[in-house]
């Protein structure tokens, strides 16, 4: 077993033992992380990922945590948080964001520099290293859209920059990212008017206010969209729409949404996330994909 104290060593108050996924992810739910890391700097990103390689620790990087359900058995080894390198620079007609920057925040930002072609994806509440990891999206625009290039770290802790046309990517997915670690992502848009643009984003908020229940925890869509349909629209049609187990309850606002309704343990989550798939199937033949990621056992 690691001796963790070389990482509470380094990084001081930046390194937390036994933190609960209510603290670091939007289901506020699941168990506890064993370390908690938060770099300061791409550098000490790297030197943590070194020391997780070196030790045979268990790591894994996340952003926000809105896209991840955590187990309720806690996630064993070290979980790196990237929030604190949240730099975002506009460079002309392009915008660079280190893995930490908030997504919505480059949304803003483009939107208001008059850069195009992101301004739809605004209010998704991830990072930019989670919104590349996802290909996130919404409103017809996602992430590998304006997406030029990444530079991260690979397998080897060595600093590589991959070319957009070098990432293999889909809906939902840039399996091109498999085993890597995002530390900075460079956009490049075409011209657009500001005031469209972020009118566009307004929008955008008001729509996503008015459609789904941002009061709750959650972690966004539960799952895929299916082709041809929409996930929530068969969920809706199953008479599935506010059945609970425990403190998970599918959104009566929007039936794509799994909430936390208050106390909700990361089982109640998952086995209402399997009782969903099971009807639908059931009732409409669609097996829905899971697009959210399980961390730990379940
Ligand atoms: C209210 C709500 C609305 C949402 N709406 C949308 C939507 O409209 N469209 C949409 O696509 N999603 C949506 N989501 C889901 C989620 O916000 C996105 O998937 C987001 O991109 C995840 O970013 P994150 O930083 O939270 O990633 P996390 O949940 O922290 O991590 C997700 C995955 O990315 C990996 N990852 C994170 N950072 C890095 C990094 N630096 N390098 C390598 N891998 C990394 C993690 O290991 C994990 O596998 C919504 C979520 C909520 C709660």
């Known amino acids: 077993m690691p001796d963790y104290s070389a990482l509470k060593h380094k990084f001081g108050p930046h390194c937390l033992f036994g933190e609960p996924a209510a603290n670091f992810t939007t289901y506020r739910a699941g168990g506890a992380a064993e370390v908690l890391l938060k770099p300061g700097t791409p550098e000490e990103l790297a030197w943590a990922c070194a020391w997780c390689r070196a030790n045979a620790a268990p790591w894994r990087v996340l952003g926000r945590g809105s896209n991840v359900l955590v187990s309720d058995r806690g996630l064993p080894g070290v979980t790196i948080l990237t929030g604190r390198l949240a730099a975002v620079e506009v460079k002309g007609s392009a915008l660079e964001a280190q893995a930490g920057a908030s997504w919505d925040e480059v949304a803003r930002l483009s939107a208001g520099a008059g850069l195009a072609g992101l301004e739809k994806t605004s209010g998704i509440p991830g990072s930019v290293g989670g919104a590349v990891r996802m290909n996130a999206g919404a409103f017809g625009?996602?992430?590998?859209?304006?997406?030029?290039?990444?530079?991260?770290?690979?397998?080897?802790?060595?600093?590589i920059t991959l070319l957009k046309k070098d990432i293999g990517h889909g809906y939902r997915r840039a399996a091109g990212l498999d085993g890597l670690t995002v530390l900075l992502a460079?956009?490049?848009?075409?011209?657009?008017?500001p005031a469209v643009l972020l009118q566009d984003r307004s929008c955008v908020l008001a729509s996503r206010e008015a459609k789904q229940p941002l009061d709750y925890p959650s972690a966004g869509s539960v799952f895929k969209r299916p082709q041809g349909d929409y996930a929530s629209r068969l969920i809706d049609a199953a008479g599935l729409k506010g059945l609970r187990v425990g403190g998970a309850e599918v959104s009566p606002k929007h039936a794509g949404f799994i909430v936390n309704a208050g106390g909700a343990t990361a089982a109640d989550i998952y086995a209402l996330i399997c009782r969903v798939r099971g009807v639908v199937k059931e009732k409409t033949g669609v097996e829905l994909q899971l697009e959210q990621i399980l961390l730990g056992d379940f």
Do not use: M, N, W
Not at 186 to 193: A, K, T, V, Y
């Open 186 to 193: 460079r956009f490049e848009f075409q011209p657009g008017d």
């Open 141 to 159: 625009q996602e992430t590998f859209d304006r997406l030029a290039s990444v530079l991260a770290l690979d397998g080897e802790g060595r600093e």
